[in-house]
């Protein structure tokens, strides 16, 4: 019988580091079965302030058209925000979180520019997201240094 070299490698390499063998393995599964499976937002800052030193994000729309797409063949409800401040999108994410969610996951997109810490509303104004676990957030961002 014929071996490949991977098999005999893995076959004689110990299990010191506790690994579980794939069989031994269990998947936890999140629940991804509801009509709607759930909100996915987009937030695209795309023009910003001239006195915030950000340029624009040309080209993003096709990023926003093919999250929509995406997200809408695989049963979400989308929502598209374009060109928000800071405190608009802060307010937009308090807003859904008031909302009834009879859906199983949430998404948000945010594609802007980047700091430390953050990304940019439209304003040059820092945003800051606190994220829970039951959320996945997708950030296409272009870091971006402010020139002094």
Known sequence: VRQSMTEVALSKTPNSL???KIN?????????SSDP?????IINNMHFDKSSGL??????????????EVFKWLAFTVELHTDKTAVEMKEILKELS???HSGDCFV???LSHD????????????????????SLFCLTTVYYTRQH
């Open 18 to 20: 506790g690994v579980p």
């Open 24 to 32: 031994e393995y269990k998947i936890n599964e999140y629940k991804m």
């Open 37 to 41: 499976r759930g909100a996915c937002v």
């Open 55 to 68: 340029s624009p994000r040309r080209g993003s729309e096709v990023d926003v058209a093919c999250l929509d």
């Open 98 to 100: 008031r909302r009834e």
């Open 108 to 110: 948000c997109c945010i």
């Open 115 to 134: 700091s430390e810490g953050g990304f940019f509303g439209t304003d040059g104004q820092v945003c800051i997201l606190n994220v829970s676990n039951d």
